[in-house]
């Protein structure tokens, strides 16, 4: 079977992991600072900004109450968004409103954006499609002039840019994930980057408890009785360990290799697939945008798109779709009209795209989607 998606792990994170195991650290320690710093200088900002935690999920939740949401208060976001950022935003009291989309780009434009935000309008939960950045750089804008605060959910952007800014600092909050099926993986685990540093230093104890404390690792900040207790906040315990952290610094140093091979793909499916009758590819990249390369999707006639992702399952290829709607979901009591969302939802596949892949497999999936497309174009 060809995954849709996969993760490359090898001898280099093994041998990360026996280190850890030797050093007998395995919680938050020396390995999770460093893994902060690292991905910090990756984004291009203050490491004291920066907070490994155990998932992306634990970061929205986290964001929800570091902006402090609750009752009466409206969240934007897109309906095509992965239903933890609809979940955090639920769960605190806050309603979920939900955008349109493009139904091409998968993304919000800003007008998409602004014509769902009212005057109870308090934050903007954005990520971006497929790691394409889309219109982040305008809606950030939007947001600050607004006073409407932008929280990134960068789950599929771990290297995107626009015009050489990452992905998740265009906003107040914003946060990674890299679970097994991520471009870069540690398993479980999340980044969460707060550009306040009051917000970041509040999102540490938040992550722990809700205790005010030095690193335990670092013997210079132990306090005389180090085992007394200091609660500001009563909190979780959502942070991150040394062995996933181990995990991280070494995919970390090999995510340009991810992205160089992600993108080769990518441009295999387009070459091959350009000008089929009755198939659209994604739109080209905008200037200035870079993409961490996580969907490659086709769209199609509704009629057809079931048809051709059973043809394309009994050929041992995995596909799907990401991300089900959520105005459709009823937990989430929705009544908004949003028809881009639906024509996404009823046209769009994804199709394999990971390191593992070779020329063998994403020949396969390309013949395999030609005969299942000519098939179901003569019915
Ligand atoms: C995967 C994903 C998440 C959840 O990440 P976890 O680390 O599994 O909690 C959130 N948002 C988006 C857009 C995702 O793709």
């Known amino acids: 079977m060809i995954n849709v998606f ?3 792990l090898g001898e280099q994170e093994l041998a990360a992991v026996a280190e850890v195991f030797n050093s007998s650290w395995l919680g938050s320690g020396p390995r999770t600072r460093q893994f902060e710093e690292a991905f910090a200088a990756h984004l291009g900002v203050d490491p004291e900004n920066v907070l490994y935690i155990n998932s992306c999920t634990a970061g929205l939740f986290l964001a929800t109450e570091l902006l402090e949401l609750g009752m009466g208060d ?3 976001l897109p309906s095509i968004s992965f239903v933890a950022a609809a979940n955090a935003v639920a769960s605190c009291g806050a ?3 939900f955008c349109d989309v493009d139904p091409h780009t998968l993304n919000p434009s800003l007008e998409d954006v ?4 009212t005057d109870r309008t308090r934050a903007v939960v954005l990520l971006h499609y497929g790691g394409y950045p889309g219109d982040v750089a305008r809606i950030a804008e939007y947001c600050r002039k607004q006073g409407i605060s932008l929280v990134e959910d960068a789950a599929c952007a771990v290297d995107s840019r626009v015009a050489g800014r990452a992905c998740g600092t265009f906003g107040d909050i914003a946060t990674w994930s890299f679970d097994a099926m991520k471009v870069l993986v540690t398993g479980d685990g999340g ?3 707060a550009r306040d540093r009051s917000v970041a230093d509040r999102a540490r104890r938040l992550s722990y408890h809700g205790l ?7 013997k210079a900040q132990v306090s005389h009785r180090w085992w007394e207790l200091d609660v ?4 979780r315990r959502v942070i991150g360990n040394d062995l996933t952290a181990a995990i991280g610094l070494v995919q970390l140093s090999r995510l340009p290799e991810f992205v160089t091979k992600r993108r080769q793909v990518t441009e295999y499916y387009r070459r091959e697939l350009v000008g089929m009758p009755a198939l659209r590819l994604p739109p080209p990249l905008p200037a200035g945008h870079r993409t961490s390369y996580y969907f490659f999707w086709i769209q199609m006639d509704a009629a057809i798109r079931d048809k051709v992702a059973a043809d394309l399952y009994r050929n041992d290829i995995y596909t799907t779709f990401r991300y089900p709607p959520l105005h459709r979901v009823p937990a989430y009591g929705s009544t908004s009209v949003l028809p881009g969302s639906d024509q996404s939802a009823e046209e769009t596949l994804c199709l394999p795209l990971h390191q593992g892949l070779d020329q063998a497999d994403i020949h396969h999936v390309v013949t395999q989607l030609r ?9």
């Open 6 to 8: 996969q993760p490359t």
């Open 191 to 193: 980044m969460l980057y």
């Open 114 to 117: 602004a014509a769902a935000v």
């Open 74 to 76: 409206e969240v934007v």
């Open 232 to 235: 500001r906040e009563f909190a």
């Open 95 to 97: 309603t979920p409103i």
């Open 371 to 379: 005969k299942s497309l000519e098939a179901n174009a003569n019915h």
């Open 212 to 218: 005010q404390q030095a690193n335990g690792f670092t």
